[in-house]
């Protein structure tokens, strides 16, 4: 089965991939932390089935967008309004006021003719 193509796999293709499938679950069921492992094991099982594949996607998906909201209510929240950051005095970044200081090298940088 090519990149992208729709075309099922054929009988040996198959058969091929279950057995490594059931191979990497016996390496997966021996040593459960392997995360390499049963990470190419779901990958496996979702060339088998690519409605796996879907499902993961969009639970995925949902996961994501379910923890955006939640940032989103927690940044827009009343204690972020608390302090008003403008009228904080939190100093000069460096601890140097760079604005005291001349900002041109003395010469005029300008093309004149």
Avoid at 36 to 42: C, E, G, L, M, S
């Amino acid at each position: 089965m090519g990149v992208g193509s729709n075309t099922p796999m054929s009988g040996w293709q198959r058969a091929n991939v279950l057995a490594a499938a059931q191979y990497l679950r016996d390496i997966v069921s021996q040593s459960p932390g392997d995360m390499k492992a049963a990470a190419v094991y779901q990958g496996l099982l979702e060339v088998l089935e690519p409605a796996r594949r879907a499902l993961r996607q969009q639970r995925e998906l949902s996961e994501a967008a379910r923890s955006s909201v939640m940032m989103r209510e927690k940044r827009t929240g009343a204690e972020r309004r608390r302090t008003d950051r403008r009228r904080v005095n939190i100093g000069a970044p460096a601890g140097v006021e760079r604005r005291k200081t001349e900002r041109r090298s003395g010469r005029d940088r300008r093309n004149r003719v």
